[in-house]
């Protein structure tokens, strides 16, 4: 069941041969880097901790890595949340580094300076699951092509979908999208985070993906327009339903596939962030 793939007529994912260093599909425990503590990456290393990975939480400030390793608590995200003792806080960026597989939990618009400065210490092979959502202000790039030009050595995937931080850390059930262009470096992220209360979807569809996490926050934001002007329940449907066949004809300008936005990193997320009142948008 964790192959299941997200959308409906996925085409077949496109295999590429593996290092022969590649550690096995199912390998039980790797060790798994989260680059960025804030909510959303916090709340990535209890799924990673939850499957017996050994966890390492990234952030610049040290008294945030402290008082995880010490109080197994993050100072001001996730209040009351009460993190794996597993999860190592870590303020080195070479010593967060140094792991199978690294979520890329840093804000969308800072996300080409922490590769940059990632880059310098990450070998061929590992894998890098971008799991922030955004487009580059400045250049319009999408946050998998930053990727591949500031740490090619790397392989890449982009992990989006429905997903308030609490729940996930919570262990609440959330289900996911992970897109990656090659096949089998998508099924061992699955294998690595998907469990029974976290279920990535595989997608190729890497560009598709993007735009529906991106893009759905510029409707929630109309959708709270609507709601402060008092223009009722119509409009906020309006708003979704319009707002979802946009998003799908950039996706398809932009590469992807229109079909990928029926799917958790399209309206689920659209839904998710336009109707809840835990969305910020």
Known sequence: PRRARDGPSIQTLRRKSAP???????????????IGAGAWGTALSTVAARNGH?????DPAKEIADMVNRE????????????????????????????TILLIAVPAQSMRTALKALSQHITPGTILVI????????????????????APQASAAVLSGPTFAREVASGHPTAVTLAADD???GERIVHALGGQRFRPYLSDDVIGTQVGGAVKNVLAIACGIARG??????????????????????????GGRPETLMGLSGIGDLVLTCT?????N
Do not use: Y
Request: hydrophobic share 45%; net charge neutral; glycine share 10%.
């Open 229 to 254: 002007r008092e223009l009722g329940d119509n409009a906020r449907s309006a708003v979704i339903t319009r707002g979802i066949a946009e998003i799908g004809r950039l996706s398809l300008a932009l």
């Open 20 to 34: 022969a260093s590649r550690p096995s599909l199912l390998s039980k425990s790797v060790r798994i880097g989260v």
């Open 72 to 99: 197994h608590r993050h100072p001001f995200a996730l209040k009351g949340v009460e993190l794996d003792p597993a999860i190592k806080g870590e303020a080195d960026l070479e010593e967060a580094a140094a792991a």
């Open 54 to 58: 050994r966890v390492v939480l990234w």
């Open 131 to 150: 799991c922030a959502k955004g487009i580059e202000i400045g250049t319009g790039a999408l946050m998998s092509q930053i990727a591949g030009a500031c």
């Open 276 to 280: 809840s009142e835990q969305s910020r």
């Open 183 to 185: 096949g089998e470096v």
